[in-house]
């Protein structure tokens, strides 16, 4: 039988697809291997209730932790008994956010063991995360114009434009259909006068000199084009990062590329608007991440026909989950990992969602690396999308894993929805 004592761990510092330094672990098992690198959300764009990504004195003193503290610890345990792996860690921070070592920290060893015990007893890590199944394919959720906190200069006020082939037959199929949507955006710009060399930003949307209806009105023309061509449907979406537009000292969301200031009831005003203009399928982070209230207004006025999408406002955080389904706040979640801090604790989140009859939406970072765990965490939770942007080898190396998933096991297919 395979053993899946952890034997050794070590780390090292990379560097992400922004260029920022971040931590990478390795767990060694007498029969396994596990690696994970930590992703890393841009400044203007991290949740205000998520995990740090480190702990008061940074990755420096993350890793002073490290040899301390959990390497130690870790040593000897079992690395298939992830929630005895993860309440060790917790107790080792102490704090309720892991404000001490960090989100970053914290997750990447929680990965790193999960997949040397995947490794070990010869398992894909989804089967690990979920032993029973039903596991299912989600949907590619393809960035294609970004803005925000993303972007350099001229760009968009939302951070995040999106397309999502819901009339897709294969995963394969799907990715194939959002990189062609995305080649059509950039012939689009380019064609048009907005003063495109093309741009990218973090993820590697395009990022041009438009406004956020502008960047709308063209990746429909695209994804028209492309549905026409390959006879599938293909909706779209928005992230606006909502937080990044909200001023609370004057309580009012500022768009400066528009030049107009908006009150909460004309953003829900706006963004209504957009929904039934574009016939949006999704709509993340619309509002500041305090406010339920007005979320849960969006979610009524058209959660029958719209995914309404809850980030900043849940932070893959359980009570303020259960806060949210009280409120009927939203009806979906994006899961981060590194929100949380665990593998064990996004479960519960996702769990906790899904039983309370939200969608679960799981994420990457605006910050990259190529680990391809996001992946199985959507097919052992049933996701029904994923969020990992559209081009680059840090966002295709999680796309590319579902397509291997798809080819190896017949029997996962993707989810059906609408």
Avoid at 75 to 101: S, V
Avoid at 328 to 334: D, R
Avoid at 364 to 375: K, Q
Wanted: hydrophobic share 40%; with cysteine.
């Amino acid at each position: 039988m395979s053993e899946a004592i952890i034997k050794d761990v070590l780390y090292r510092t990379i560097f992400d697809s922004r260029g920022v330094e971040t931590l990478e672990v390795d767990v060694y098992t007498s029969d396994g291997f596990g690696r994970c690198a930590a992703p890393f959300g841009a400044p203007g764009s991290r949740g205000e209730f998520e995990a740090p990504a480190y702990g008061h004195g940074g990755l420096e003193k993350a890793q002073d932790i490290l040899n301390s503290r959990i390497i130690p610890e870790l040593k000897g345990m079992n690395a298939t008994e992830i929630t005895k792996i993860d309440a060790m860690l917790e107790e080792i921070d102490g704090t309720p956010n892991f404000e001490n070592i960090g989100g970053n920290t914290s997750s990447v060893i929680s990965i790193a063991c999960i997949k040397a015990a995947a490794n070990a007893i010869g398992e894909p890590l989804f089967k690990l995360l979920n032993k029973t199944g039903p596991w299912t394919l989600p949907y590619p959720l393809g960035n294609i114009i970004g803005g925000g906190a993303h972007s350099m200069g001229p760009a968009p006020d939302m951070q995040e434009h999106l397309v999502v082939p819901v009339g897709a037959k294969t995963i394969r199929q799907a990715v194939e259909i959002i990189l062609k949507v995305h080649e059509e955006t950039g012939f689009l710009l380019e064609k048009g006068n907005y003063n495109f060399t093309g741009g990218a930003d973090d993820e590697n949307a395009w990022t041009a000199d438009l406004n956020d209806a502008e960047a709308l009105a063209i990746i429909k023309e695209a994804s028209d084009k492309v549905s026409q061509t390959e006879g599938v449907k293909i909706f779209l979406g928005l992230d606006l990062a909502a937080d990044r537009l909200w001023n609370s000292a004057k309580k009012e969301y500022e768009y400066h590329r528009e030049g107009v200031t908006r009150t909460t009831e004309q953003q829900i005003d706006f963004i209504s608007e957009l929904i039934e203009k574009y016939n949006l399928i999704y709509v993340e982070d619309a509002v500041e991440s305090n406010d339920y209230d007005a979320c849960a207004t969006l979610n009524e006025r058209h959660g029958d026909k719209c995914l309404i999408c809850a980030d900043d406002i849940y932070a893959s955080n359980v009570e303020r989950t259960k806060k949210g389904l009280e409120k009927k706040t939203a009806g979906s979640i994006i899961i981060k990992t590194n929100q949380v801090g665990t593998i064990s604790g996004a479960a519960k989140t996702a769990a906790v969602a899904k039983e309370g009859g939200m969608e679960v939406v799981v994420s990457h970072r605006s910050g990259e690396t190529l680990d391809e765990s996001i992946a199985h965490q959507a097919l052992a939770w049933n996701a029904l999308m994923i969020k990992t942007g559209v081009k680059g080898g840090e966002r295709l190396a999680k796309l590319n894993e579902l397509i291997r998933v798809e080819d190896d096991y017949e029997q996962i297919i993707l989810r059906s929805w609408l």
